[in-house]
């Protein structure tokens, strides 16, 4: 089955509802370099991130690229998952993993063009999975567009048991045909269950999870 990480989580209400909905995992803003209303402070992400029940991950999303700034933040919210977004060095990864050595992570990559692969090819080694996300010239994510999913499935194929989490304009309306063309790991959405900036459409997590879990599961 098909993983669901629902990301911009910013109350309580919107964390229970995601919860109760099947969402494997959450994703919370911090540390961003534009502004967003969906963005909190690492204190406020460890207060929720506190709530979440048994198996049910929380995860710690930063454009921060300084190795400093990114354990300050893990060592405030107190992450089960950390989300590198920006150009974060894989070669500082190491040092992260020594001070968390329970921590997963995962680093971001941008596909606008098959250069894509060779990024995501040099990142791998790194990272217990790599998210394919789509970036504007306003935003890193959170964007509301997709990309180009061939490329997204060759770097699927590519990376082998490296997985892979598609994010990028998914919404209920396409998210089947993703999963179908990918076959990734996991799906990440954020605007395409978004009322607006930082509150989460009940109805909408719920379509998107049940159509999302009820593709099968990566060939």
Known sequence: MIRVKVCGITTSEDLASAVRLGADALGFLVGLVHDSEDQL????????????????????????????????????????????????????????????????????????????????????????????????????????????????????????DTPVILAGGLNPANVSKAIDQVRPYAVDVNSGVSVKRGKKSVARMEEFIRIAKGVSSPA
């Open 41 to 160: 402070t690492a204190k406020e992400v460890g207060v929720l991130i506190g709530m979440l029940p048994p198996f049910v991950a929380g995860t710690l999303v930063t454009h921060r690229t300084e190795l400093g700034e990114v354990r300050d933040l893990c060592r405030d919210a107190k992450p089960q998952i950390l989300q590198l977004h920006g150009d974060f060095r894989p070669d500082r990864i190491p040092a992260l993993r020594e001070e968390f050595p329970g921590l997963k992570i995962i680093r971001a990559v941008h596909v606008e063009s098959e250069e894509a692969i060779a990024v995501a090819r040099g990142v791998a080694p790194y990272v217990d999975a790599v998210l394919l996300d789509t970036k504007t010239d306003a935003r890193l994510g959170g964007t509301g567009v997709t990309h180009d999913w061939s490329i997204s499935r060759k770097i699927r194929d590519m990376l082998g």
